[in-house]
Structures are given as structure tokens and as C-alpha cells.
């Protein structure tokens, strides 16, 4: 069973709407997929763009940044639960860096989708 849910970063980033959104899948009461991205509604583009994310697709978890780099390691395995904590406080944390870090990539023309 597959299931998403959003949650709002409201109170870190006051000046821009910003959100994480949570997937996760089950078979049979266990975690096998999950992934934590980091959404900014670009005001050039009018909507929510994904500006980085930890997931488990490939059977590894690693972090993906958008327009920046793809498939960066992590130290976790999928069924780790520690890995989607890591994910999530990452994301939470550095939500701004991560904006400002896409920004400036896509100020100089880093390719979109990476």
C-alpha cells in the first residue's frame, strides 16, 4: 500500500512556501520504498518544483538534488528506519540551503530533472 502525505515548513521559511512530501509503500506491514522530497513554489514558474529528495528506488537510499547532482550515497539501507528520520531532519533543516542552492543552479542554467 502506497501512501503520501504533505508537510508544511511554514514556520522555517516564512517569506516562501515551502513543503516536504512523504511517500511511503508497505506489502505486508513492512516498509519497502520510501522517499522524502523537499517542494519550493518557484515564483518565476508559478508552482511547486522539487528541489531535493532522499529515496530508496534502486534498492539504496540516496539523495537526489535537483539541477545539482543525482544519486548521492547514503550511508542507510532501505529497511532502515533511520534513514527516512535522517531524510526527513535533513530536508527540515537545510530547507533554505537547498532552495538557495537550487536557485543559484538554475540561475546558471543547471540542467532541470537531474
Known amino acids: ?13 516564512p517569506k516562501h512556501e515551502a ?17 522524502v522530497q523537499l517542494e519550493w513554489l518557484d515564483p518565476e514558474e508559478g508552482r511547486f518544483v522539487w528541489v531535493a529528495r532522499y529515496d530508496t528506488a534502486g534498492g539504496r537510499v540516496h539523495r537526489d538534488r535537483n539541477r545539482i547532482a543525482q544519486h548521492e550515497a547514503t550511508p542507510y539501507l532501505p529497511g532502515d528506519p533511520r534513514g527516512l528520520e535522517m531524510a526527513r ?6 530547507a533554505w540551503e537547498y532552495i538557495e542552492a537550487y536557485r ?4 546558471q542554467g543547471g540542467e532541470d530533472g537531474l
Open 1 to 13: 500500500m502506497r501512501r503520501s502525505y504533505l508537510l508544511l515548513l511554514h514556520e522555517l521559511l
Open 19 to 35: 513543503r516536504l512530501r512523504v511517500t511511503l509503500e508497505t506489502d505486508r506491514g513492512r516498509l519497502v520504498y520510501w522517499a
Open 89 to 94: 531532519r535533513d530536508l527540515r533543516e537545510g
Open 104 to 107: 543559484a543552479a538554475k540561475a
